[in-house]
C-alpha cells in the first residue's frame, strides 16, 4: 500500500516548456487535489477533482491544467512554465465521507519544481 | 482577510516542556472542519488531528490535542511532553461547509516553525 504517490519528485523547465505531473492513490479516494507550496506560505489549492472524470478550480487555477481519467490518477499540466511557477507541488487524496468536513487529507511527497 | 491566521512564525521550546501553537480562523459557515499537520524538514504533510465544528470535546490524538474555543474561532495545538523529533513546520488548515461530502479543499495558514532545543 503505497498511499499517494507523486512522479517527478524534481524537474527543471525553461521558461515555455511543458511538463506534466503524475499522482496516482492507491486508496480508493473519490478525491483528489492538487497544491503548491511557496516559500513562506501555506499550501494553496490550485484544482481538485470529486471523481472520474471530474475536475474543478481552486484557489490559484491560472496557469495549470488537470485531468482525472481513471480514479487512481490525477495529472496536473503545465502548458507553458514560468518562473513564477517554480513552487512544490503537492498531491492530496480522501475517501468521500458524506455530510461532514471532516475527512482528513493524505499527501503525496511532494514535487519540486524549477522554472528558469 | 486571511482565512487562517498563524501568528508565531518561529517558536523555540525546551524538550520536554508543553507547547501551544495558535490558530484563529474566519469563516461564516455553520460547519467546518479544523486540521493540523506537521511538516518535517523531509517536506511530507503528516496528518495530526482534526476538530469538527460540531463535536463538543476537544479533540486529542496521543500527546496532541486540539484547544478549541468556537466562540473566539481559535483552534490552538497543543503538544504535550516535546520531543526532539517534534521540530517541525505546522500548519493549521479549514475545510469549510459540507461542500458535497467535503470535496473542496483545505485553507492554509503560513505555518510557524516549531524548534526543540535540548
Known amino acids: 500500500n503505497a498511499g499517494v504517490t507523486q512522479t517527478p519528485k524534481f524537474r527543471v523547465l525553461k521558461t515555455g516548456q511543458s511538463m506534466t505531473l503524475l499522482c496516482a492513490q492507491d486508496m480508493n479516494h473519490e478525491y483528489m487535489y492538487w497544491y503548491r507550496q511557496d516559500p513562506g506560505m501555506g499550501l494553496r489549492l490550485i484544482h481538485y477533482?470529486?471523481?472520474?472524470?471530474?475536475?474543478a478550480k481552486g484557489e490559484v487555477p491560472d496557469g495549470y491544467n488537470v485531468s482525472r481519467l481513471k480514479k487512481q490518477n490525477f495529472l496536473l499540466g503545465l502548458e507553458s512554465a514560468a518562473p513564477s511557477q517554480t513552487s512544490v507541488y503537492f498531491c492530496a487524496s480522501s475517501k468521500y465521507l458524506a455530510g461532514g468536513p471532516g475527512n482528513e487529507q493524505f499527501f503525496g511527497p511532494g514535487t519540486r519544481l524549477t522554472v528558469l | 482577510a486571511q482565512k487562517i491566521t498563524q501568528t508565531q512564525p518561529g517558536m523555540f521550546v525546551q524538550e520536554k516542556e508543553a507547547v501551544t501553537l495558535d490558530c484563529t480562523y474566519d469563516?461564516?459557515?455553520?460547519?467546518?472542519?479544523l486540521f493540523w499537520y506537521k511538516q518535517p524538514s523531509s517536506g511530507e504533510m503528516i496528518f495530526l488531528i482534526y476538530q469538527g465544528s460540531y463535536d463538543e470535546q476537544n479533540a486529542t490524538e496521543g500527546r496532541y490535542s486540539l484547544n478549541f474555543q468556537k466562540a473566539r474561532k481559535s483552534a490552538n495545538l497543543v503538544i504535550s511532553a516535546s520531543q526532539l523529533g517534534d521540530s517541525a513546520m505546522y500548519f493549521c488548515?479549514?475545510?469549510?461547509?459540507?461542500?458535497?461530502?467535503?470535496?473542496?479543499?483545505?485553507?492554509f495558514g503560513k505555518g510557524t516553525h516549531l524548534i526543540i532545543q535540548p
Open positions: 477533482s470529486v471523481g472520474e472524470g471530474t475536475t
Open positions: 469563516t461564516s459557515d455553520q460547519s467546518y472542519g
Open positions: 488548515a479549514m475545510r469549510e461547509g459540507y461542500g458535497g461530502g467535503g470535496a473542496d479543499g483545505l485553507t
